[in-house]
């Protein structure tokens, strides 16, 4: 199974700041013949399911708003919050789905400094 | 607009079986996949296998293979998962989720949840 590991486990961020949250594959998740790699970003809070944010490792869901972005290829991504706000408090996981079993990193929880 | 409403929270004996339901709405059914996730309590998210809800060509997690059994009814749009021989740490949120493919036919991912299903496993 590709392991997915998620930095930093937690951070705390002040209000209008950027949040950069790092994931990584134990492989390479870059589809060679379409060139996309198969790394989606969720979004969690407390009692809700999780939210899809990002798919494709940087295609925006529609709605979602422009300040979440997503970057990286093959085993290396990052999701950047370019200025937090208050409903961004949650906790963020990557996951790859690029081969079964599909497989999630352990978590980010994101809170406000 | 897409829609995926579950069955409400059960609560089980160790042993025995659950049946979960996830019925969709604001899509065409048979299009897209269904895909069954579980979070234990503070835990993070685990795959438990999926659908294709065209076909009901079923592919489950290895750790549930055995006691889970994915099906469909198109008839109604809705998809159930049943998981049986319950254990203590099978106690959990489970959610059904749609996997989006675009109109290439390739994977988007997970874009739609249900609100989640508790399943508490206690004696």
């Known amino acids: 199974d590709i392991v997915m590991t998620q930095s930093p486990d937690s951070l705390a961020v002040s209000l209008g700041e950027r949040a950069t949250i790092d994931c990584k594959s134990s492989r390479s998740i870059l589809y060679n013949s379409n060139n996309m790699n198969y790394l989606a970003w969720f979004q969690q809070k407390p009692g809700q399911p999780p939210k899809l944010l990002i798919y494709?490792?940087?295609t925006r869901e529609s709605g979602v708003p422009d300040r979440f972005s997503g970057s990286g290829s093959e085993t290396d991504f990052t999701l950047t919050i370019s200025s937090l706000q208050a409903e961004d408090v949650a906790v963020y996981y990557c996951?790859?789905?690029?081969?079964?079993?599909?497989?999630f990193g352990q978590g980010t929880k994101l809170e406000i400094k | 607009q897409v829609q995926l409403v579950q069955s409400g929270a059960e609560v089980k004996k160790p042993g025995a079986s659950v049946k979960v339901s996830c019925k969709a709405s604001g899509y065409t059914f048979i299009d897209h996949g269904i895909t069954w996730v579980r979070q234990a309590p503070g835990q993070g998210l685990e795959w438990m296998g999926w659908?294709?809800?065209?076909?009901?060509?079923?592919n489950y997690a290895q750790k549930v293979q055995g006691r889970v059994t994915m099906t469909t009814d198109t008839s109604t749009s809705t998809a159930y998962m049943e998981l049986r021989s319950l254990k203590s740490d099978d106690s959990a949120v489970y959610y059904c989720?749609?996997?989006?493919?675009?109109?290439?036919?390739?994977?988007?991912?997970?874009?739609?949840w249900g609100q989640g299903t508790l399943v508490t496993v206690s004696s």
């Open positions: 494709w490792a940087s």
């Open positions: 659908i294709n809800t065209y076909n009901d060509d079923t």
């Open positions: 996951q790859q789905y690029y081969n079964t079993p599909p497989t």
């Open positions: 989720a749609r996997r989006h493919y675009d109109s290439s036919g390739l994977l988007r991912g997970y874009d739609s």
